[in-house]
C-alpha cells in the first residue's frame, strides 16, 4: 500500500494560517512574561526554530521539554512541530528519576527546561545517560546553566536563541505529513508505568473541528483559561489548539494558581472560556462560601468545561447557582488528545459526561466483548481520527489497548435511557464484597455528602483471605476531622451494608497523575499497610 498521507503541519495551521487570514495583529497569548500577537507569535516560533535547528534538531527528533506555562513553552512546542521533530512537554511535577525515566524512554537528544526545574533536570541528565540515554544538549531559561554533568553540551535560552540567529534566522518549515508524529505526551496511567502516546500533526487538527468547534463552539473573541498546564494532553488543547484554530487567545498561568487567583485572572483578563477540573471546581465552590470570591467574577466566562474524572452533580449545580456558569463536564484521554464524550451547551445533565462528541463512537462493552444493553455496565470503548498511533516501544501494551480502530479506555460505564452516559469508575476499580460488585463511584458519592468530608476515594483492600473489603481514604474537610463511625454509620444509613466501607484511612490529599486521575493503587498499598 502506499501512502496517501498528504502535507500538513500543524504549527501552521496554528499560525501561519491565522497569518494567511489576516489575523496578525489579534492577541495570540497573554502570559505574565509578555503578550504576543499572532504576527509576534509567528516571529518567535522562527527564532525558536532557528535556535533548535542550531543546536542540530533533525525532523522526527524528540525534542523534551519541561517548563511552565510561559511564552518560552508556547513558542517552543510550536517551533519544535515546525521543524518536524516530536514535542514532549512532559510533567513540571516529576522528580529527577521519574524525569530521566522519560528522557531516556524518548531518546530525546535535546532536554529544554525552565530555570524553577534546572535543579531536577540536573538530577535527571546524569541518570538519563546512565540509562542509555541519549540526551546531548541540554538548554535553561534564565542565566544559570551549570551543573548538568560531562558529556552534555549546556546553555541558556538566550544564548540558543543567538546560535539560531547567527546560523541566518528561521529555518524554512519542515514538510511534514498529516501522518507524521508531531507531540508525544507521556501517560502514567493508573498502573504508574509511563508511555508515551504518540499523536500524528492531524490528530490536533481533529480534536480543533470535532470537540473545539462543535461542542465548544470556540470563537475569534474568546479568551481561554486552563488549569491543566500545556504539559497535559487537556491542558494543550485548551490553551493552544482550540484557541489558535479560530484566531482566539489565552491566558498562561505559570503557577499553581489558588482559587483567589483563578477568579482573578478570570475578571482581570475577561476570561470567556474557563476549563477546571474537580479537583479544581471544588477549591473554588468552598472558597464561594466562604465568602472569599465574589458571586459576579466569573460573569464574562460563556463555557465552562471539567474533565479529568467526573464532576460531582453538586458542583455541577454549584457552578452554576453560584457563579453562574454552566460546566460542560466531559471525559477524554491522552491517548484520545482530548474530549471525545460530553455534555452540550443548554443541556447539560449533571453527573453525567453527556452523549458521544462528532467524530467519535463510543460503545460499551461486557466481560465478553460485546456491547451491552443501556442501563448495563462495561468497558467503554472509543473510537476516532485523533486516537494516537500506540505507545513508543510498548508493544505489549499496545496490542492490550488498542484494538483495532477502537481504543480500550479502562473506564466502566453505563448508557443511561436518555442517550447520556455515566462513568462509575475504572474498569478495573470495581470491587466483588461478598460476592457482589460494588462500585467505588456509590459509596464515594454517599461519603462525600457527609459534611465533614472534602474528598474521598473507596479503595478495595484484600482481608486475610484475600477478599476485597472497602477502604474509604477521606481528605477532610477543613476545620473537620474524620469519624470512621459516623461515616460508617452514614453509609449504613444511605447504602445497602454491604457497600458501606469496612475501614476508614484519613488522608491529607488525594494522589492523582499527571492527567489528574486518581492513582488507586496508591491508595490500595496505603490502606494495605
Ligand atoms: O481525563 C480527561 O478527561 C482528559 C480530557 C482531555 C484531554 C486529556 C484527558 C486525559
Redesign the pocket.
Known sequence: ESSTAESFNAADYLVGRRLAAGDGDRVAVRAPSRTLTYAELDTEIGRVAAGLAALGVQPEQRVVLCMVDEVELFAGILATMRLGAVAVPVSTMLRGPELAVLVADSRTRLLLCSATFADTARVAVPEALARGGDVAEVVVTGDDPTGFGTGVGVRTWDEMLAAGEALGGAPPAYDTWDESQALWLYTSGTTGKPKAAMHRHADIRTVCETYGRQVLGIRPDDLCLSVAKLF???GI?NSMFFPLSVGAAAVLEPSRPSPALLAELVSRHGVTMFFGTPSSYGPLLAAGEAGQIDPGAFATVRRGVS???ALPARMVNGMRERFGVEVLD?????EA???YLSNRPGEVAPGTSGVPVPGYDVEIRGSDGRPVPDGETGTLYVRGDSICTGYWCRTATNRLVFEGEWLRTGDTYVRNPDGTYTCLGRTDDVLKVGGIWVTPAEVEERLVAHPSVGEVVVVAVPDADGLDLPVACVVPREGHTVDEPALVAWCREGLASFKRPRHVLAIDDVPRTA???VQRFRLRELAAE
Do not use: R, V
Not at 466531559?330 to 491522552?334: A, D, Q, V, W
Open positions: 497535559f494532553a487537556y488543547g474533565a479529568g474524572e466531559g471525559i477524554g484521554s491522552t488528545l482530548h474530549i492527567t489528574g486521575k
